[in-house]
């Protein structure tokens, strides 16, 4: 199974930008498309970004499209997502996620397999 570990999670005010980053085993997104997650207190984990490393289709939910990229390193072992003008409806902790296979596979969480162990967002207002 791919490992996979977050960082780069922490306090930000109403605004400010972070970069989330998730370091993979295997070169993982060389071969497998990627997503983000994030689940705040009391509600179900829901889909942020996504993307197949091998058809280059990228995918954002509504509420994040023109303020979070995803992208990877050269080499694809590390995924990012850029956070830019943070809302306090952001707070949430954040996951990469792995999916299987060659197209991306959905934006349910279900549909990953592989999962880091999260990193917190706070966003102040």
């Known amino acids: 199974q791919v490992q996979l570990v977050e960082s780069g999670g922490g306090l930000v005010q109403a605004g400010g930008s972070l970069r989330l980053s998730c370091a993979a085993s295997?070169?993982?997104?060389?071969?497998?498309?990627g997503a983000w997650f994030r689940q705040a207190p009391g509600k179900e984990r829901e889909f942020v970004a996504g993307m197949s490393w091998t058809t280059g289709n990228v995918y954002y939910t509504d509420s994040v499209k023109g303020r979070f990229t995803i992208s990877t390193d050269n080499a694809k072992s590390t995924m990012f997502l850029q956070m830019n003008s943070l809302k306090p409806e952001d707070t949430a902790s954040y996951y990469c996620?792995?999916?299987?296979?060659?197209?991306?596979?959905?934006?349910?969480?279900?549909?990953?397999?592989?999962w880091g162990q999260g990193t917190q967002v706070t966003v102040s207002a």
């Open positions: 996620a792995v999916g299987s296979g060659y197209y991306f596979p959905g934006r349910q969480a279900t549909d990953f397999g592989s």
């Open positions: 295997e070169r993982a997104f060389t071969r497998f498309p």
